[in-house]
Structures are given as structure tokens and as C-alpha cells.
């Protein structure tokens, strides 16, 4: 092939790539917006006590199960299986590939919902315990059906992602939250006990499930999917992708296991409400409301991540899977380091800003009804120690597929591993020292640990790696970071002073304010500097690397 058609046809190439980008990134920002109305309608309902402790904890289980078994293990190792089946076999053994992996994926599920569910019932018989807990088990209980639909509705996303669709599953997040704000705010207006408002909430959101699940499927059918059911032939399919996915899994699993053991410290380490409940320990770290302000700061601090971490990462897995099947090496580095240094000159302004903002955020946001002024302080504590770590989560998100598509899935499972250990020393360490934001702080330290480490590792596997393009664009970046922090400080000591009258108005500008000349200034710095990438996203065609 001529050497400048090719080089035409892998720019376009990385165009549709980061085209995609955009589109999965804005419908994600559409969500993220909607999550964050919905969150700041729930603790206006219910502030930062006991029932929303209880409701975070519980909503972990299936929103972790999702992360693992839906969109990331098992979609990280059907895909490529999927892809390979539809390029090499045709249609039908691709659509019987994914039958299959979906059949197994149910049932599979479905024992594990009914293991769960009895589980929680004998504990609710035979072990005695206190509202907090008792409110715990019954609301993991409702809620455990949804484990089976969300991990279901994912595992069908990828068979959009696999057809080369990213805008149609980008949209059920949109509509999961669209439902649970109009739910809530509803229950929050009629009806008067917060006890049952939960537990309706809990029901309403397996319901919003169905509904998903109902619509994703005949539109997969209508885009041409076709369900071929050939059990003879998917079965080895089948046990390739789940001997494939074990690693994966496992090391997913180690990373939302660290997210879970957080709020379990969390809820565990709070003292108890209850004067008469048993105390075991002689003096707790935590106040009442610590879990749910976790839960708050990990929503904030994740919002560059789900916009921007997982959405690159979401699309740029299959092309680096490509260059690595191919032997393409050379274009393996050029796009792992495009991505790379996206999340450097992306994501470290990202962090630095949520922290800048993190208490008007947390103001404008949640603070309102029974979210009272002691709970913005915590909050926003939470989010300052989480954001120091996003950018280190979205450059995770990033390494590990890269490790992925060269068919390396024990490298990222044992520094997973050795992050379990680092998380744990770091929780327990800093919890006594920080409190509440001492769990968020060892969450980041981790995550930074696991990225470095990460990065070293798959870069020395790499020959000839740009390494003085990314210490070029880090040193731009820091740069463009503390001219932004000095405006941002700037702007910020402006709003004390600022009277406006409606006190909506004032914590919005008070937002607003040290927001936009916080922007303003990095990408003024970044365009005199010459940091292409915060403006790679906004473009229509790309840059050459």
C-alpha cells in the first residue's frame, strides 16, 4: 500500500477515534449532570445521615458488580472475540458468540441474585442487630435484583461497542437518572416517612432496570443484531472469553473491592446513633454521615473520570488491540502515547481544578433542605482528597487496556494486588489522622501508586517510547496549572464580598466566578505554550502526532 494513503487512512482513523471520544463523553456529561441533580435531590430529602449511609453502602453492590461483570471484565474480553468472530467467521457466528456469552451471563446472575437474596434473609433471622444495620440488609436486598439487570444491559452495550455503536448505550445512564430524579423528587413531596421514601426509591430503581433492558434489546435487534442461538458452536467461544476474563476480573475486582472496603470502613469505623447499640470500639474516628459524604465526593471526583477516563478508554481499546494483532508497534506507541499525553494535559488540570472548587461546588449543589452547612465542609473535604487522584484513575484506565490488547492480563492483576495492601496500610493509617478524608486520601495515594507503576512497566516494554513528548506536555501542563490556581484563588476571594440578594444566585456565581477564570487562564497558557491536547476534543479532525 502507498505510504501516504496509509498514513491518510489511519488519520482518518484516529479522527472517527476521537470523534467517538466526543460523542460517548458528552452523552456521558449529560449523565453525569442529571446523576448530580439527582444526588443533590436525594440528600436534600435526606442529608447526610443514617438512611443515606445505608442507601450508598447498598447501592454499591450492584453498581460494583456492574463495573466488574458488565463493563469491565467480561465486555474487555468478549469484545475482542466479538470483533474477530464478525471479521473472520461473518455475522451469524458473531451474533451466535454473543447469544451465548448472554444466555450464561444470566443465569449465571440469576444464581447469584438467588444466593445473595437467601443469604441476606438468614442473616435478617438469626443475627440480631441495629437499625443502621438492619436498614443496611434491607435495603442490599431490594436492591441486589438490580445486579442482574445492570450487568445484563452491559454486557448487550457491548455488543453496540462491537458494532462500532457508542451513542445508543452512552444514552441508558442518561435515562437511569432522567427516571430517578423525576422518582425522588415525586416521593419527596408525597410521601412523609424518609423510611419508606427509601425503600421505594430502592424498589423504583430495579424498576428503571426493566425498563432499560426492555428498550436496549429490540434496539439492538433493530440495528440488525440478530439473536442465533447454536449452544454447539458458542460453547467454545464461551470458554474463551471467560478464560480470557479471569485475570481481567480479578484485577477489576481487587480495584472495586478497595472501593467497597472504603465505605465499609467507612460505616464501620462511624459512631453509633443509638446510646444502647454495643460499641466496640472505645472511641470512633468517624461521625455520622461519613459514608454518604464518601459517596458524594466519589460522584464529583469521578465526573472527569466517566467523562473523560472512560470514555477514551472505551474507544481507544480497540484500535491499540488492532495495532498490537497486527504488529503495528510503532503505531501502538504513537496512539498509547496520544492518549497519555491527553490524560496528562486532560486530567492533572481536571484534578487540580475540582479541588480549586470543591466547596462552591459542593454549596451550589447539595447544600439545601436537611444538607446543612457542617455537611458542605465534609464534603468537600471528600472531594479535595478523591480529585487529588483522578487523573490518576484516568490514566489507569488507559494502561490497563494497552496492557490488555498486547495480550497481557497478569501484569495489571499483580499490581492490582500489590494496591490492595498499599490501599489498606493508607486507610487505616490516615483515617485516624484525617478522619472521613483520610479513606478519600489513601484512595488517591493508591491510585497513583498503580498508575506509576503501571506506566513504568508497559513504557520499558515499549522501544524508542516518546518519552520527551510527554515530559514536554507535563511541564506545560504544571505550568498552565498554577497560572490557573493563582486565578482561580484570585476570583475566589472576590465572593465574600459579592451581595446579589437570592442565595441561589450568589452560590452559583461564587462558582462560576473562580471557574471561569480558572479555564480561561489554563487554556489562555496552553495555547502561548503550545499544549495542543485540552483543544484535540473540541476540533474536527485531528492532529497529526
Not at 484570585?490 to 465574600?496: C, N
Request: proline fraction near 4%; hydrophobic fraction near 55%.
Amino acid at each position: 500500500m502507498d505510504d501516504s494513503l496509509r498514513d491518510s487512512q489511519e488519520d482518518s482513523q484516529r479522527g472517527r477515534l476521537f470523534q467517538r471520544v466526543r460523542v460517548v463523553g458528552l452523552l456521558t456529561l449529560l449523565s453525569r449532570i442529571l446523576g448530580l441533580f439527582r444526588d443533590a435531590v436525594m440528600v436534600a430529602s435526606f442529608g447526610n445521615g443514617a438512611i443515606m449511609d445505608a442507601f450508598t453502602v447498598a447501592f454499591r453492590v450492584p453498581n460494583m458488580a456492574r463495573q466488574i461483570f458488565g463493563e469491565g471484565a467480561l465486555s474487555t474480553a468478549f469484545l475482542p472475540v466479538f470483533i474477530q468472530d464478525m471479521e473472520h467467521k461473518g455475522k451469524q457466528a458473531a451474533f451466535q458468540t454473543a447469544t451465548a456469552i448472554l444466555a450464561v451471563t444470566t443465569i449465571g446472575l440469576l444464581a447469584m441474585v438467588f444466593i445473595v437474596e437467601a443469604s441476606l434473609f438468614g442473616i435478617s433471622i438469626f443475627v440480631p442487630m441495629s437499625y443502621e444495620a438492619g436498614l443496611l440488609l434491607n435495603l442490599t436486598a431490594v436492591l441486589t435484583p438490580y445486579l442482574l439487570l445492570i450487568c445484563v444491559l452491559a454486557q448487550a452495550c457491548a455488543v453496540f461497542h462491537g458494532m462500532h455503536i457508542f451513542g445508543v448505550p452512552a444514552l441508558f445512564p442518561v435515562l437511569l437518572n432522567a427516571l430517578w430524579i423525576i422518582g425522588a423528587w415525586s416521593l419527596d413531596h408525597s410521601v412523609a416517612s424518609a423510611e419508606t421514601r427509601i425503600y421505594l426509591i430502592a424498589s423504583g430503581i430495579v424498576g428503571i432496570g426493566i425498563v432499560q433492558l426492555g428498550l436496549c434489546i429490540p434496539t439492538l435487534r433493530q440495528i440488525g443484531f440478530r439473536f442465533e442461538w447454536n449452544w454447539a458452536v458458542g460453547r467454545d467461544r464461551v470458554q474463551v472469553v471467560f478464560a480470557t476474563m479471569l485475570p481481567v476480573l480479578l484485577g477489576l475486582s481487587i480495584t472495586q473491592l478497595n472501593t467497597l472496603c472504603d465505605s465499609l470502613i467507612a460505616w464501620s469505623l462511624t459512631a453509633p446513633t443509638d446510646p444502647t447499640t454495643a460499641r466496640w470500639l472505645d472511641s470512633y474516628p468517624l461521625t455520622e454521615g461519613t459514608a454518604a459524604a464518601m459517596y458524594l465526593g466519589q460522584r464529583l471526583y469521578q465526573f472527569p473520570i466517566g467523562v473523560f477516563g472512560v470514555a477514551l478508554g472505551t474507544v481507544i481499546y480497540p484500535l491499540l488491540t488492532a495495532h498490537a494483532e497486527r504488529g503495528e508497534t510503532g503505531l501502538f506507541r504513537e496512539d498509547l502515547a496520544r492518549g497519555l499525553r491527553m490524560v496528562i494535559a486532560i486530567g492533572i488540570p481536571a484534578s487540580v481544578g475540582l479541588v480549586l472548587i470543591a466547596t462552591p461546588l459542593t454549596q451550589l449543589i447539595f447544600e439545601r433542605g436537611e444538607f446543612t452547612a457542617e455537611d458542605t465542609i465534609n464534603t468537600a473535604a471528600m472531594i479535595s482528597a478523591y480529585a487529588l487522584g483522578a487523573w490518576a484513575a484516568c490514566g489507569l484506565l488507559i494502561i490497563a487496556r494497552a496492557f490488555y490488547a498486547l495480550g497481557d492480563r497478569q501484569t495489571p492483576l499483580r499490581i492490582g494486588l500489590a494496591a490492595v495492601g498499599v490501599n489498606l496500610v493508607a486507610n487505616l493509617s490516615l483515617v485516624w489522622i484525617f478522619a472521613g478524608p483520610g479513606l478519600a486520601l489513601g484512595t488517591s495515594i493508591t491510585a497513583t501508586f498503580q498508575v506509576l507503576l503501571a506506566g513504568w512497566l508497559l513504557i520499558h516494554r515499549l522501544e524508542d517510547f516518546p518519552w520527551n513528548s510527554l515530559g514536554r506536555t507535563l511541564l506545560k501542563t504544571m505550568f498552565a496549572c498554577a497560572v490557573m490556581s493563582a486565578a482561580c484563588l484570585a476570583a475566589a476571594t472576590l465572593t465574600p464580598h459579592l451581595d446579589i440578594g437570592s442565595a441561589l444566585i450568589t452560590k452559583l456565581v461564587g462558582l462560576l466566578l473562580p471557574l471561569t477564570a480558572g479555564a480561561t487562564a489554563f487554556l489562555v497558557i496552553a495555547r502561548l505554550t503550545g499544549l495542543p491536547e485540552p483543544f484535540d476534543l473540541l476540533q474536527k479532525n485531528d492532529r497529526n502526532s
